[in-house]
């Protein structure tokens, strides 16, 4: 998580650094003017010595040649001092040629001598000003929607929690289980919505979450049955059957941590609840050789293809199999990945088509000790 905006970037070909050839490139940039005094100078010189050669007595070729040294002596010195003048100036325009990521890496070259140096500031000053109003209209539009997102995921919520409460109670007014009643339907329905709507809010919570993290230990086994009961109506209707082996607790965001489980459950009776017969749901929890922890979820789906997994934690990528379920939007393993990266766990997956898939989420208590 930490980032290292400090190494110095070598020319290409050289392991030195750019600093060290600077005053060749001075040089180089004034070969021009160079070029233009020597051919001033030899003109001058030439007709000078051609008229003493003419006119023997006026003009000694020697004092052409000393004038000409003289003027050369002049020019370096000059070059000398134009330099040191502006090394400053380059020193800065190299120093945000490093750090040229930062957004205000270009107003970090001030020391301009000439004209052309300081319109190009002024330029430079104007273009960020004008880029940084744009984008402070752009965030406050963001900040808008997401408000929005917030306000709209909560008030849909509600009316789910009442649909899903008035199923239950016709249920047991009924006396007959939610399937005979034709209400289980309803009520899975609305588990759907209600699924879907918190990984929007997820979505939408994810630019801020480093505002909406709290680091504390966490029983995972707990963690991982609370979340399994959710899924417990599915389980028994496709004949899954979820077993959790194991004990830890782990350092982690407990919300977060239970919305990526969530996602890898889900996924597992998504993807298993296709198969015939009965299916086993393993969620194991194991201490790694390094004192981390480990937690697997195995199912026994139809897996995924070799040449897709690569590919299975980019957004909105669902694959062949996720076009066999209608409700797949190619978000959610994608959103586990990334809150796994912001905690600082790792999530990798192993399958074999026709047999199951395992998702392993691997908590290295370190890294997460450096992010808290």
Same mark, same amino acid.
């Given at each position: 998580m930490n980032h290292d905006n400090n190494k110095t970037d070598a020319a290409p070909g050289t392991d030195k650094p750019e600093t060290a050839v600077r005053p060749l490139r001075y040089i180089q940039d004034s070969l021009s003017y160079i070029a233009a005094f020597t051919a001033a100078l030899l003109l001058s010189d030439t007709a000078l010595i051609l008229g003493a050669l003419r006119n023997p007595g006026d003009v000694e070729p020697a004092t052409a040649v000393y004038a000409g040294v003289l003027a050369f002596f002049c020019l370096s010195l000059w070059l000398a001092y134009d330099y040191l003048r502006q090394r400053a100036y380059y020193r800065q325009l190299e120093e945000a040629k490093r750090q040229a990521s930062l957004l205000d890496a270009a107003l970090r070259v001030r020391s301009g001598v000439t004209t052309d140096q300081i319109a190009v500031q002024r330029l430079l000053r104007t273009q960020y000003e004008a880029y940084m109003e744009q984008l402070g209209v752009y965030r406050r539009q963001q900040e808008m929607h997401n408000h929005f997102i917030h306000q709209w995921v909560h008030q849909m919520k509600t009316p789910v929690a009442v649909i899903d409460l008035i199923v239950q109670q016709a249920g047991q007014m009924e006396g007959a289980g939610?399937?005979?009643?034709? /209400?289980? $339907?309803?009520? &899975?329905?609305?588990?759907?919505?209600?699924?879907?709507?918190?990984?929007?809010?997820?979505?939408?919570?994810?630019?801020?979450?480093?505002?909406?993290?709290?680091?504390?230990?966490? $029983?995972?086994?707990?963690?991982?049955?609370?979340?399994?009961?959710? !899924?417990?109506? /599915?389980?028994?209707?496709?004949?899954?059957?979820?077993? =959790?082996?194991?004990? *830890?607790?782990?350092?982690?965001?407990?919300?977060?941590?239970?919305?990526?489980?969530?996602? /890898?459950?889900?996924?597992?009776?998504? !993807? @298993?609840?296709?198969?015939?017969?009965?299916?086993?749901?393993?969620?194991? =929890?194991?201490?790694?050789?390094?004192?981390?922890? $480990? /937690?697997?979820?195995?199912?026994?789906?139809?897996?995924?293809?070799?040449?897709?997994?690569?590919?299975?934690?980019?957004?909105? !990528?669902?694959?062949?199999?996720?076009?066999?379920? &209608?409700?797949?939007?190619?978000?959610?393993?994608?959103? *586990?990945?990334?809150?796994? *990266?912001?905690?600082?766990?790792?999530?990798?997956?192993? @399958?074999?088509?026709? @047999?199951?898939?395992?998702?392993?989420?691997?908590?290295?208590?370190?890294?997460?000790?450096?992010?808290?």
């Open positions: 939610d399937t005979q009643t034709g /209400l289980g $339907s309803i009520r &899975e329905e609305t588990e759907r919505l209600t699924r879907g709507l918190d990984m929007m809010l997820s979505t939408a919570r994810l630019d801020k979450f480093e505002m909406d993290v709290h680091i504390r230990r966490v $029983s995972l086994h707990e963690l991982v049955r609370q979340v399994t009961n959710t !899924y417990k109506r /599915l389980c028994i209707k496709h004949s899954i059957f979820p077993q =959790i082996i194991g004990e *830890a607790d782990v350092e982690t965001d407990e919300k977060w941590i239970a919305f990526v489980v969530h996602q /890898l459950v889900g996924n597992a009776v998504k !993807y @298993s609840k296709l198969k015939p017969g009965t299916k086993k749901l393993l969620l194991q =929890i194991d201490r790694t050789d390094d004192g981390g922890v $480990s /937690l697997r979820v195995t199912d026994e789906g139809i897996g995924i293809a070799a040449h897709e997994l690569p590919r299975i934690f980019d957004p909105f !990528y669902t694959g062949h199999n996720g076009r066999l379920v &209608e409700e797949s939007t190619g978000m959610g393993l994608y959103l *586990a990945k990334q809150v796994c *990266a912001k905690l600082g766990h790792r999530l990798s997956v192993t @399958s074999v088509p026709g @047999s199951g898939t395992t998702f392993t989420v691997s908590f290295q208590m370190q890294v997460l000790h450096k992010f808290q």
